[in-house]
Structures are given as structure tokens and as C-alpha cells.
């Protein structure tokens, strides 16, 4: 699976269209400017994985809230988003089969850097009677030249059967 098409990156891709490590707060003029930023109708992500044959589609709802942090110049440095989310990951070829899904993490846009830093648990689903059969979660780190990962990478093996 490239880059591009693992549902990580494809997450991370989604953040940066519905738009990081934090600086010193020395270098900040000011506390952040809190928001929220919450779903109110189901929102939909094409082509989220992909299996052998055919492609996982997704639904979900979240809720977000932003913390934006400006420098003196009223320059956005940084922004950090909590994201919780549900959805239903699905067959695109037969969405009656489904599966629900569930996410906790965070988003950090570092402006000055250039990264985007995603931590917590990005995405995960539980089967009754098969317990966890998705799980994409830790750190990782989008410079512009190269992605860094640490923890459990979602295999869509088990994801993939059971939407077969």
C-alpha cells in the first residue's frame, strides 16, 4: 500500500483539507483562541482503504475543538485540534456490509516547522465475537519530505474480510 492510499495518510490528508509539536510558550504572544468545530450532519470519505477487491468507503461525525495559537503579528504558528469521532466504514461494492468505527486523537499543524504531528488512537473497530480487528494508533509525524510512525498501523487483512 503507498503512502498516499494507507488510511493514515489518507486521514491525515482529510485534517489538512478540513483545516503539530508544540513551541515555547515564550515564542507565543498569547494564549490560544479556542473554538469548536462539531459535525451536524454525517460527513463522508471516498476511496478510505482499499482491499483486494474492492475499496472501503466511510461515514462519520465528529467533534473537534481547535486551539489556535498566534504570534505577535497575529500570524497563525500553531494550531492543535482534539478530534472524536464514529462512523461506519463500509464494502463500496455492498455497503450493507459494515462495520462501526471509532477515533480519539489529536492534530497538531505546526506552522513554523512545516509537520503535522497526529497522537492518540486514529481509528479502531471491534467485531462482537471478534474483539479488535482495526487499530492505527501512537504518533506520526508529516514533515514535508517523509512520514515518521510509531504504533500500530491499522492491517487490513482482518478489516478487509470482514467487509467481504
Do not use: K
Request: proline share 5%; with cysteine; charged share 15%.
Amino acid at each position: 500500500m503507498s503512502l498516499l492510499s494507507s488510511p493514515r495518510s489518507l486521514l491525515a490528508l482529510a485534517a489538512v483539507a478540513i483545516a503539530g509539536l508544540a513551541l515555547p510558550a515564550a515564542s507565543l504572544a498569547s494564549g490560544p483562541v479556542i473554538s469548536e468545530n462539531n459535525d451536524t450532519t454525517p460527513q463522508f470519505i471516498e476511496e478510505w482503504g482499499d482491499c483486494p477487491t474492492y475499496t472501503v468507503d466511510a461515514t462519520y461525525m465528529a467533534n473537534r475543538r481547535n486551539e489556535d495559537f498566534y504570534d505577535s503579528n497575529g500570524t497563525l504558528v500553531l494550531e492543535r485540534r482534539h478530534v472524536q469521532y464514529s462512523g461506519v466504514l463500509y464494502n463500496e461494492s455492498d455497503p450493507s456490509r459494515s462495520v462501526a468505527y471509532t477515533g480519539d486523537f489529536t492534530l497538531t499543524f505546526d506552522f513554523v516547522a512545516n509537520t503535522l504531528t497526529i497522537t492518540g488512537l486514529n481509528d479502531h473497530v471491534t467485531v462482537p465475537g471478534q474483539g479488535v480487528i482495526h487499530l492505527t494508533a501512537g504518533l506520526t509525524v508529516l514533515y514535508p519530505d517523509t512520514v515518521v510512525e510509531h504504533g500500530p498501523n491499522g492491517d487490513m487483512t482482518t478489516l478487509c474480510g470482514a467487509l467481504a
